[in-house]
């Protein structure tokens, strides 16, 4: 059976559990989230591997690029990263990190950037299926109408995270 390594991080917005496969990161996820356990399952079953508490160079480089981050000294993220799971939340994981730092879209847009325009609910659970947080900025989707829409960390976290990557330059 394969290992996937995974620690726990305390961010300044919540507890972040990261995860490393090979040398890549496959999981930066919010500890206490509400599908922890079906998100969990599809990294362990797409891997074919089980979770070990031990570190490793990635999730300790993840951890730095982490506290820079939230110190606004890193605005972009500099880790090879595994993103397991369908074509179609792939082809949406990927669109999300075109999202610049401090900018938000909608589902629509995001729906569009993928040519997929009327599978915005489809989109929307893509994102919220997202395991690798932050450096995958699923936390820059809003509501059509900007309002802050779900979140697996919380829309505290939301509302912190956004906030943090608006004022960097102010």
């Known amino acids: 059976m394969n290992q996937i390594n995974i620690q726990y991080y305390k961010s300044p917005v919540g507890e972040i559990i990261l995860g490393s ?13 509400r599908m922890r356990s079906t998100v969990d399952r599809r990294i362990q079953n797409g891997l074919n591997a089980q979770y070990s508490e031990e570190t490793s160079d990635v999730i300790e480089a993840t951890k730095e690029q982490m506290q820079a981050y939230f110190t606004s000294k ?12 369908t074509p179609f939340q792939k082809s949406v ?18 729906a569009r950037s993928i040519n997929h325009e009327k599978a915005v609910r489809a989109v929307a659970s893509a994102n919220g299926a997202n395991a690798i947080s932050i450096i995958i900025p699923c936390h820059r989707i809003i509501g059509a109408n900007g309002d802050l829409v779900g979140y697996a960390g919380g829309l505290p976290a939301k509302k912190k995270l956004l906030i943090l990557e608006k004022n960097l330059f102010s």
């Open 21 to 33: 496969y090979g040398d890549k990161l496959c999981l930066a996820d919010w500890r206490y989230r």
């Open 74 to 85: 890193r605005q972009q993220f500099d880790i090879d990263i595994l993103m397991v799971g």
């Open 93 to 110: 994981w990927h669109a999300l990190q075109n999202i610049p730092y401090g900018d938000t879209a909608s589902y629509i847009a995001l």
